[in-house]
């Protein structure tokens, strides 16, 4: 068994599905990644993407997912299709939130421009929610093409039976990344996977995306909110019974959306806050939101709920909540999504608020056609005892802007407090230690507290704009001193465009640091692509233990200098023979 450590769009009923559970894998360059970033402060798109680690028993697989800390992978040598040794993917808890997913990735060379088949036999048992292979192109870009299985999905309790995804690979593919995933309670077992190259006749089975239209809508009832975001000192108005007050519209494609106060309809009192498409296809997506100062919620762990409803025919839409730095930097970003319904269903988000939080943003989301509600926000501190919300991320565009350098990378500074984002976490305590150093008297500085969960982790870091670094291969560098980490540390990497879409991604997952070690010189090299709008580095800390990071350094290289982004040359042990 090996447990280890470690970003919707489905075609007709599951467009939103895609984006509420794999986003992860659609969307995320990179798997071995995307928990890293655990300091919410890269934008937490690569934190919503949680691996936990190469597996030491089956060589090239490791288990990852939005949630993996409520998975388990391994090998069993029990039951198989054929041979000694199958994969499985199993959920530890019940009423498991978000997905696992057992994995691996490879370099897309010796398949580009051609059509690719991955073909593997599954085994289910009691799956209550869903299950399916997967297989992603990836591109320089980020995602060119997914199958996972979600428009025809494993469910309960069936026999060995033979699946196959069908995708092109262009000439600019990258990357391909490929598993089994287990989404809710149950178990699944993979055994006999096959790559084949196949022909133009065979089809495709990618999910496709509708293009979007322009054709005007008619029967608007939502008496518009002002564009302007005032960051308020409280919350106020939070059931719209003074209409629109308090509360901002924003639109990340100009006039697709209305967004307000509606008079007509209501969970409880007289109206409520909405969103409505006024093309019959949207591009972009519709934002209701009220931003307040974080003053009375840092360091805290608060709920933040409210009652939403969309139409029948609504795409996609989601309860938002973001929370940002004094530099404008964001902290957090998470969604909840809502099923179409007529009626009122509560969502809530329950988050660590950083204690470098400087406002809150929380509102409505609409994505696509349709129309949505929300009403009788309440925001409340809640116990260490009520679990934080998993991530359902997705590509909502960005309205941010970085510092252009990155700053204080020595920790020497006592003026600057604001350059490095400490992740909220109550198992680990981040700051800058002040009495140990590589060199002068300052370092970073992450440390649990007492035993963390399964999946807790800390981080600390800072998010710069990639323009500077367009088209140019990035360094980062960093000494790092370890004493007695149990789970593993490292170095992390994160890059991504305007939606918040991973460009590239490094953690060090395939290279860990464990146990005790002095100061020692570690390295990520990647590529930074011109539609790069953020870069987000740091350090982190899974499990029991002690880290210290300093003199850290961002250079331009030159192309002699290989990246580390961590795609392997081959898919391996897609038989799960070489296992222990």
């Known amino acids: 068994m090996f447990r280890q450590l470690a970003l919707r769009m489905t075609v007709v009923v599951t467009v939103a599905a895609l984006i509420i559970t794999l986003i992860v894998v659609a969307n995320q360059f990179q798997p071995p990644a995307t928990n890293p970033i655990g300091l919410a402060l890269a934008a937490n798109q690569a934190a919503n993407f949680t691996t936990l680690g190469a597996n030491p028993g089956a060589d090239g697989w490791f288990l990852a ?5 409520n998975y388990e992978s391994g090998i069993d040598h029990t039951v198989t299709y054929d041979g000694q040794s199958s994969g499985y993917i199993s959920s530890t808890v019940r009423g498991s939130e978000g997905f696992g997913t057992l ?9 580009r421009g051609q059509r690719l088949r991955l073909s593997a036999y599954v085994k289910a048992e009691h799956v209550d929610g869903w299950a399916g292979l997967w297989m992603r192109i990836d591109g320089p870009d980020g995602m060119i093409s997914l199958d996972n299985m979600q428009n025809r999905p494993i469910r309960g309790t069936v026999d060995w039976q033979k699946v196959a ?4 690979v262009p000439q600019n593919g990258v990357g391909i990344a490929f598993g089994v995933l287990l989404q809710g309670v149950g178990r699944v077992w993979i055994d006999n996977i096959q790559f084949e190259v196949v022909g133009t006749s065979i089809p495709t089975t990618d999910i496709q995306i509708p293009t979007p239209t322009r054709e005007p809508l008619m029967s608007i009832r939502v008496t518009p909110a002002p564009p302007d975001r005032t960051v308020e000192p409280q919350p106020a108005n939070l059931d719209f019974e003074i209409g629109s007050t308090s509360w901002s519209a924003a639109d990340s494609n100009t006039q697709e959306y209305v967004s307000g106060a509606d008079p007509t309809t209501a969970h409880l009192g007289r109206a409520s806050g909405s969103i409505q498409s006024i093309v019959s296809k949207p591009g972009g997506l519709g934002l209701l939101r009220q931003t307040i100062k974080a003053d009375d919620y840092r360091d805290k762990r608060i ?3 409210a009652y939403l409803k969309t139409r029948p025919d609504t795409d996609k839409a989601f309860l938002l909540v973001r929370v940002y730095g004094v530099q404008n930097q964001m902290l957090y970003n998470n969604v909840r999504s809502i099923n179409p319904a007529n009626d009122w269903q509560l969502l809530d988000i329950v988050l660590d608020v950083p204690v470098n939080s400087d406002r809150l943003e929380y509102g409505l989301v609409l994505w696509g056609p349709g129309q949505d509600w929300i009403d009788d926000v309440q925001i409340e501190a809640v ?5 934080t919300t998993s991530f359902e991320l997705t590509y909502l565009p960005s309205t941010i802007s970085y510092p252009a350098n990155a700053r204080d990378l020595d920790f020497e500074s006592t003026s ?4 490095w984002g400490f992740g909220s976490s109550p198992y680990y305590s981040v700051d800058i230690d002040r009495t140990l150093a590589h060199f002068g008297s300052a370092s970073g500085h992450i440390v649990s507290r007492n035993v963390p969960p399964a999946g807790a982790f800390g981080s600390l870091g800072q998010v710069i704009s990639a323009e500077t670094y367009w088209g140019k291969r990035l360094r980062l560098s960093g000494y790092i001193k370890t004493n007695q980490v149990e789970g593993w540390a490292g170095m992390w990497m994160n890059i991504a465009n305007s939606g918040n879409q991973t460009l590239g991604f490094d953690n060090m997952q395939n290279r860990p640091i464990t146990g005790t070690s002095d100061w020692q010189k570690y390295e990520i090299v990647l590529d930074i692509p011109e539609n790069g709008s953020w870069i987000g580095f740091g350090a982190l ?9 300093d003199d850290v350094k961002l250079e331009v290289v030159g ?8 795609y392997q040359q081959q898919p391996l042990n897609l038989d799960f023979e070489n296992s222990k």
């Open 65 to 69: 997912g939005s949630a993996p800390q």
């Open 103 to 111: 994995m691996q990735m490879f370099k897309a060379d010796d398949y």
């Open 165 to 168: 995804l069908v995708l092109d």
């Open 303 to 305: 709920r933040i709920s």
């Open 383 to 387: 116990d260490y005892n009520t679990p």
């Open 416 to 419: 600057d407090t604001s350059a």
């Open 541 to 549: 800390l899974q499990g029991k233990g002690e880290i210290w990071w």
């Open 559 to 566: 192309p002699d200098v290989p990246t580390t982004h961590p």
